[in-house]
């Protein structure tokens, strides 16, 4: 099986900085996308920023936020500087297009448990 487990999430000002990062384990032979997503109380989750063949960012946090991804070690970060109370919510690792050791089989898409954000103004 394979688990992503995030770090770097906590309580920081506005206009701080915050650096999340994930790292999946398993027997793993490739991933094509791995990326963010946040969840804020009452909203429905969204995409943060992704990193696969090119990166997408959500139009709120571009400029703000960059995502970096590591492929030998499988693990995504995503750095956020500038921070907003609106950008408190729980971010979720995600990795899609899994491929698991021996290449071949089918592609499987996986999430963290999820790491809190808390922006205070």
């Known amino acids: 099986q394979v688990q992503l487990v995030e770090s770097g999430g906590g309580e920081v000002q506005a206009g701080g900085s915050l650096r999340l990062s994930c790292a999946a384990s398993?027997?793993?032979?490739?991933?094509?996308?791995m990326g963010w997503y946040r969840e804020a109380p009452g909203k429905q989750r969204e995409m943060v920023a992704t990193?696969?063949?090119?990166?997408h960012y959500a139009d709120s946090v571009k400029g703000r936020f960059t995502i970096s991804r590591d492929n030998t070690n499988n693990t995504v970060h995503l750095e956020m500087n500038n921070l907003k109370p609106e950008d408190t919510a729980v971010y979720y690792c995600?990795?899609?297009?899994?491929?698991?050791?021996?290449?071949?089989?089918?592609?499987?898409?996986?999430w963290g448990q999820g790491t809190q954000v808390t922006v205070s103004s």
């Open positions: 398993g027997s793993i032979f490739s991933i094509n996308v």
């Open positions: 990193s696969g063949g090119r990166t």
């Open positions: 995600a990795a899609f297009g899994l491929v698991f050791r021996p290449p071949g089989g089918r592609p499987y898409d996986f």
